[in-house]
């Protein structure tokens, strides 16, 4: 069975709080991607990470692929009520029967207070 | 560039009632996903296309649930008879080749 695991499921911040969310598997990835979901809304591409070890950044929110390809992290920095949302990680399987298929962590609910 | 579009956002059915979901992708993606999100949980993939054909439908509860893609671009899900516990958002997302995939804004569908 191929999971993806995420940590913490559900977290409560005060704003200006750094945070990071992990998502864990046994499978290699070819990529892995992170999206964030609203209520009532699809979920959001935020970043597609590719390369092992990779490192990438969008404004207060660093993403990192391992270097084994099998795990990824999020970390806010400085996070805002803005932020709050559920947080999604999702890995790509490039070979065999399982090509293209795009399974998701459980997700991460997380709410910044003011 | 027009999103994937979905139709309808909210159905309310009875149990045992029939119910069907519809989904554009993206032009041009051959790739066609159709997810289930239970509240507060990740996605849960039903089926995936590879144009018209099926690429892997392991987690379709085929009793109940159909999914077809005429002509490899617009599909739709069926759910038949539809039980309490399918209520749920019913995601549909696209993709070309090896981009990221995109979701259309669900349909939310409760069943009482």
């Known amino acids: 069975t191929q999971l993806l695991k995420q940590s913490p499921q559900f977290l409560s911040i005060q704003e200006g709080e750094n945070l990071t969310v992990y998502c864990n598997s046994s499978s290699v990835f070819s990529s892995l991607q992170w999206y964030r979901q609203e209520p009532g809304e699809g979920p959001v591409l935020l970043v597609t990470?590719?390369?092992?070890?990779e490192v990438k950044k969008l404004k207060r929110l660093t993403f990192q692929f391992g270097d084994a390809r099998k795990d990824s992290s999020l970390h806010i920095t400085a996070a805002q009520t803005g932020d709050t949302g559920l947080y999604l990680c999702a890995g790509a399987y490039a070979g065999g029967t399982s090509y293209g298929k795009l399974t998701f962590g459980q997700g991460t609910i997380l709410t910044v207070h003011p | 560039e027009a999103g994937v579009a979905q139709s309808p956002r909210y159905k309310i059915i009875e149990k045992r009632q029939s119910v069907a979901f519809w989904c554009n992708p993206i032009s041009g993606h051959a790739t066609l996903y159709w997810y289930q999100q239970i509240l507060g949980q990740g996605p849960k993939l039903l089926i995936q296309?590879?144009?018209?054909?099926?690429?892997?439908d392991s987690q379709l509860p085929k009793d109940r649930f159909s999914a077809e893609r005429l002509k490899g671009v617009d599909s739709t899900l069926k759910i038949q008879p539809a039980k309490l516990e399918d209520s749920a958002v019913y995601l549909c997302?696209?993709?070309?080749?090896?981009?990221?995939?995109?979701f259309g804004q669900g349909t939310r569908l409760t069943v009482v």
């Open positions: 990470v590719v390369t092992g070890g």
């Open positions: 997302a696209s993709r070309h080749r090896k981009t990221e995939a995109f």
């Open positions: 296309f590879q144009n018209n054909g099926v690429v892997d």
